[in-house]
Nanobody, 125 residues
Framework: QVQLVESGGGLVQAGGSLRLSCAAS????????MGWFRQAPGKERAFVAA????????YYAESVKGRLTISRDNAKNTVYLQMNSLKPEDTAVYYC??????????????????WGQGTQVTVSS
C-alpha cells in the first residue's frame, strides 16, 4: 500500500507561483511513475503532468506546458509540481498519483493505482 500526501496549495494572484509537494510512504517509490491531475469546480479530473521513475522523462498537458514543471527526488520519496505564471483557470484541487512504471498511458486516470487526498489551488484574477 502506498500513501500519498500533497501539500503546498493555497491562494495566489494571477501571475504568481506555487510549488506543490507529494510525499509518498512507499519504500519502493523510485519504481513508480508519478502523475499530477486536477479537478476544477464542475469539471472532471484532468491530467496535468507525469514523470517516469528515473525523472528523465516527463509529460505535460498542452495547457500547462512552459508554466508547470514536474520533478521528483527519489531520496526523499517526493514528487513536486512547480507552478509559474498561474492563471485563474488553473484553480482546482490538485491530486498526485502513483502508477506502475510499465503502464502504457500516463495521461489516463485508470493507469494510476494510488491517489492522494488533494490540495486546493486558487488563483485570483
Amino acid at each position: 500500500q502506498v500513501q500519498l500526501v500533497e501539500s503546498g496549495g493555497g491562494l495566489v494572484q494571477a501571475g504568481g507561483s506555487l510549488r506543490l509537494s507529494c510525499a509518498a510512504s512507499a519504500p519502493t517509490f523510485s519504481s513508480y511513475a508519478m502523475g499530477w491531475f486536477r479537478q476544477a469546480p464542475g469539471k472532471e479530473r484532468a491530467f496535468v503532468a507525469a514523470i517516469l521513475w528515473g525523472g528523465l522523462s516527463t509529460y505535460y498537458a498542452e495547457s500547462v506546458k512552459g508554466r508547470l514543471t514536474i520533478s521528483r527526488d527519489n531520496a526523499k520519496n517526493t514528487v513536486y509540481l512547480q507552478m509559474n505564471s498561474l492563471k485563474p483557470e488553473d484553480t482546482a484541487v490538485y491530486y498526485c498519483a502513483a502508477a506502475s512504471s510499465w503502464v502504457s498511458d500516463l495521461t489516463q486516470e485508470y493507469e494510476y493505482k494510488y491517489w492522494g487526498q488533494g490540495t486546493q489551488v486558487t488563483v485570483s484574477s
